[in-house]
């Protein structure tokens, strides 16, 4: 009795899991696409001189 109730809570639990995934999968995607794309963007800044200039411009 225990083990089918504790099947079914998981069931339940899985299935709302699922539900919030699909509705915030798009949204999910889509943060991922903007966030990589700022990594990518301030790594490139980072590699290049301008960080490195705007640190000893504020050192000074």
């Known amino acids: 009795m225990r083990r ?3 099947i079914v809570i998981r069931d339940a639990v899985v299935e709302r ?3 919030w995934l699909n509705s915030n999968l798009l949204r999910c995607s889509c943060w991922a696409v903007i ?7 301030g790594a ?3 590699m290049s001189g301008l960080f490195r200039d ?3 411009a ?3």
Not at 35 to 41: I, K, P, Q, R, S
């Open 35 to 41: 966030v990589l794309a700022a990594l990518y963007f």
């Open 58 to 60: 504020m050192a000074r």
């Open 44 to 46: 490139g800044f980072v």
């Open 4 to 6: 089918a109730r504790r």
């Open 54 to 56: 705007l640190v000893a």
């Open 17 to 19: 899991t699922e539900r």
